[in-house]
């Protein structure tokens, strides 16, 4: 049975139309129409399969590296976010069991320009950084298959790479560059404090990659 407490008892389909309704709104601020998404959140009692789902806005997508892998890329890092982890700890409300829970989650509504950051960090007894490679696309980034079922037809999916930050050293010590897309030339430049040049398209992708900005193709900036 999926229970819908964090909508306030709100059949799915009304919760949807509500935020929707509010995304529109003049309300919002311009940031929150430009960064702003939706997913779906379900946990799933591991005893008695009992579901509770609520609706979440993001302004960003937080995803995983996938463990003792040197080189992934983007595509397994956002499969790894959308199919959660397990909740330990948690009491189920129908059940009283306090095994625990899986997590899923599902993209409801994508916004124009899409920020993936890379979680390069971890605590392992002391926090490390992952130093592996990510590939991640320039151009043609497809979203759909990240997408709950009955919303791939929506209008934000596919995506253009507008920016990256980079990070460079470890947890302790470290240098942030950004790498910028021209929108009127298509030219990459690479920014480093006081410094700014050219870029060539490959080398864009490198393991330094620690925030992704992504444009719709649909969206002019």
Not at 85 to 114: F, H, M, N, Y
Not at 147 to 160: K, P, S
Not at 201 to 221: E, K
Request: glycine share 6%; with cysteine.
């Amino acid at each position: 049975m999926l229970r819908e407490q964090g909508n306030d008892g709100v059949p799915d389909s009304r919760a949807i139309k509500l935020l929707q309704d509010d995304s529109q709104s003049s309300s919002q601020s311009p940031i929150s129409n430009l960064f702003g998404g939706q997913y779906k959140s379900t946990l799933r009692c591991v005893s008695c399969g009992n579901q509770s789902a609520k609706f979440e806005a993001f302004s960003h997508l937080s995803v995983p590296m996938p463990a003792r892998a040197s080189q992934c890329s983007l595509h397994e890092c956002i499969q790894l976010f959308v199919e959660g982890d397990t909740i330990s700890g948690w009491t189920c409300p129908e059940c009283q069991s306090s095994d625990g829970a899986t997590k899923r989650l599902d993209i409801r509504r994508l916004p124009p320009v899409l920020i993936i950051h890379i979680q390069r960090f971890y605590n392992d007894g002391a926090w490390k950084k992952n130093q592996s490679s990510v590939l991640f696309p320039l151009k043609n980034l497809d979203m759909s298959p990240h997408l709950a079922t009955e919303d791939a037809h929506q209008q934000h999916h596919r995506y253009h790479l507008c920016g990256v930050v980079n990070h460079y050293g470890s947890m302790d010590s470290g240098h942030y560059t950004a790498f910028c897309r021209a929108p009127n030339t298509d030219r990459w430049h690479k920014y480093d404090d006081h410094q700014v040049h050219e870029l060539s398209g490959g080398s864009v992708q490198s393991s330094a990659g620690y925030l992704l900005f992504y444009s719709a193709t649909d969206q002019r900036l």
